[in-house]
């Protein structure tokens, strides 16, 4: 019985696959996005992992739920652009409804704490700076993701929100936040 392996050795020459057809250079617009993306769940991932009570915290469930949809975010910078209607039909690509989503998390967590009226110094907590790390990452995905995807795609949208909810909750996680005037 055939055991199924990690690599397949098809990358070595330094292609990937995209999702229904087509291989490209690594190094493109589409693995860079992805990938990206990728860090910035990976990421997102971290934050969680310092979450005191884990299972079942709201910043968890929040958490987990951002991971989900990077899931379909990176399946959509992993498709041929060409193939793009086929995850939306199987639901599989962002919406605009995620992104109304995301809307919704940071106005409940805004709700939920007096925010900073000034730039914030990173680092209140451990949770906080990981958060504010994921923040980051998903900025940089968002600039990279420029260049692969699709027109009339709600990715760009997505990760513009998400940065803005990461900010939020690492905020929220911080509870008094310091300020770059009280810094100095």
Known sequence: MDE???????GDDGTTGLLYGGRVA???AAPSAYGDVDEAQAAIGLARAAIDDQSGSDLDVILVGVQRDLWLVMAELAC?????DRLAESGSSATPAMVEALERLIDDVSARFDPPTEFVVPGGDEVSARLD?????????????????VDGSSVVPYLNRLSDLL????????????TAREAT
């Open 4 to 10: 199924a392996r990690v690599y397949t050795r098809k």
């Open 80 to 84: 041929h652009p060409d193939k793009v």
């Open 133 to 149: 790390v994921a923040r980051t990452v998903c900025r940089r995905a968002e600039r990279t993701v420029l260049a692969a995807a």
């Open 167 to 178: 900010w939020t909750l690492a905020r929220w996680q911080e509870g008094t936040s310091t």
């Open 26 to 28: 690594k190094d493109s």
